[in-house]
């Protein structure tokens, strides 16, 4: 037995060994577990199907219409060009206006067929005619397909500010092309874009409408490092999202929380984002729980977080701490809390004192004992990181939690992170 028992131990130490990681690969590791860590939950995901139902209007599309619509969903090409040619001549004959287009979705519907199908030249070139001649948009200077249909679209935001169908329908139009490539954002910021959202965000507008800006105020958000506009291109949209992270309506928060999650990935926007305190506002929207966007909020602030350093001390002073302390015991919100926790505890020894004077790593510490396997190994992290600090005072503070037990518990199971070996092995060397 004693053979065996020492035979076992010997493996056991050549698996630490083995297994054993400097910060930046155990960083990188836990990047890719919190990919992991989405997937497993069941909350909406972040790239969902933002089709928004329409509302039902009173006056009936006409059959004929009807029967063109229904073709456009279908994938025959040629049956496909003939149906947008009956629509640019009975557009022209004025037998249907962009209100009749709009309410069967028709906007929409062209510009998912031309980003999105792999069509002919002369149907690219006749849907660009058609969206220009429906939205009665004139060209100016050379004729460039795309340029055009994003500038008709645009055309009718101003234009047809008072036709909510219109403005829905157009914005959609305008989804399809933002989402299709960078190169279309590029035109759509030049066609003014911007300045046409601001002017629609009014306290008027319908909660339907607010939707589709806030969701085009995200996309444009999206991968700014990739085209680099100018700040003062962007930061016009803060007001936008400003509005959106106070909005009582999920889908809009949600929205909000994913373009201050994108725009953290951009620096040049950093002082113009805390001088609107964006931030600020999440920490506040996830203390009041308003719209129910509650997961997607904290899912936000943690990925703000593990993008930069900028606005920890914003959170921080906003009563982020005090709002995660009722989280932490959180089934479903523990795993994901303690990952957060624990990105701000490798920015220094002074956010590990906040950390300590708040009381939150004593909540952390009951999830290493009562929490499920994944939440536990999250919060053996936050202690891993906290052990890292030069100042033994925190470390005896955190011994004084009585964590010891809790990791010779982690121990025995054989994860091929050896969270917990990190963890002691970072103790024992202080």
Not at 349 to 357: A, F, G, H, Q
Request: proline share 3%; glycine share 4%; hydrophobic share 40%.
């Amino acid at each position: 037995m004693e053979g065996e028992g020492s035979s076992n131990g010997g493996g056991r130490a050549r698996l630490y060994k083995m297994n054993g990681r400097d910060q930046v690969a155990l960083r990188n590791k836990r990047r890719a577990d919190q990919v992991e860590i989405r997937k497993n939950r069941r909350e909406e995901k972040f790239d969902r199907n933002r089709q928004i139902p329409k509302e039902d209007s009173d006056e009936p599309v006409p059959a004929s219409l009807s029967s063109v619509v229904e073709i456009l969903h279908g994938m025959q090409a040629q049956l496909i060009y003939e149906a947008v040619n009956t629509i640019f001549e009975s557009v022209s004959e004025n037998k249907w206006n962009i209100e009749m287009l709009a309410k069967a979705d028709v906007l929409n519907k062209l510009c998912e067929i031309y980003c999105n199908r792999p069509i002919s030249a002369d149907l690219r070139i006749l849907i660009s005619k058609t969206l220009a001649k429906v939205c009665g948009h004139k060209s100016t200077g050379q004729y460039e397909p795309d340029q055009h249909c994003i500038d008709s679209l645009i055309y009718n935001l101003s234009t047809y500010s008072t036709q909510e169908v219109v403005l829905c329908d157009s914005l959609q139009g305008i989804a399809c092309f933002i989402m299709r490539s960078i190169a279309y954002r590029n035109l759509a910021l030049d066609s003014a874009i911007v300045p046409e959202l601001i002017g629609l965000c009014t306290p008027s507008a319908s909660s339907r409408l607010q939707r589709f800006i806030m969701y085009i105020t995200t996309l444009i958000c999206e991968k700014l490092s990739k085209y680099s506009p100018d700040v003062e291109e962007i930061v016009p949209l803060l007001h936008i999202i400003e509005y959106g992270i106070q909005s009582s309506d999920s889908m809009i928060q949600t929205d909000a929380t994913s373009a201050c999650v994108y725009l953290a990935d951009w620096p040049p926007i950093y002082q113009c984002m805390s001088d609107h305190q964006l931030c600020s506002m999440l920490v506040a929207n996830l203390r009041n729980n308003s719209g129910n966007a509650r997961p997607t909020v904290q899912w936000g602030i943690s990925m703000i977080i593990q993008a930069t350093s900028y606005f920890t001390d914003e959170m921080i002073n906003a009563g982020l701490l005090e709002v995660l302390k009722g989280f932490v015991n959180v089934n479903f919100m523990a795993q994901e809390v303690c990952f957060l926790i624990s990105n701000i505890c490798v920015e220094g020894e002074y956010n590990i004192d906040r950390l300590i004077s708040s009381g939150i790593l004593q909540c952390v510490a009951r999830v290493m004992e009562t929490s499920e396997y994944r939440a536990r190994r999250e919060a053996a992290f936050v202690f891993c990181h906290c052990c890292d600090s030069s100042n033994r005072d925190h470390l005896q503070k955190i011994l004084n939690m009585g964590i010891l037990s809790s990791f010779c518990d982690m121990l025995t199971v054989m994860d091929t992170n050896l969270v917990s070996y990190e963890a002691s092995s970072a103790i024992l060397s202080l």
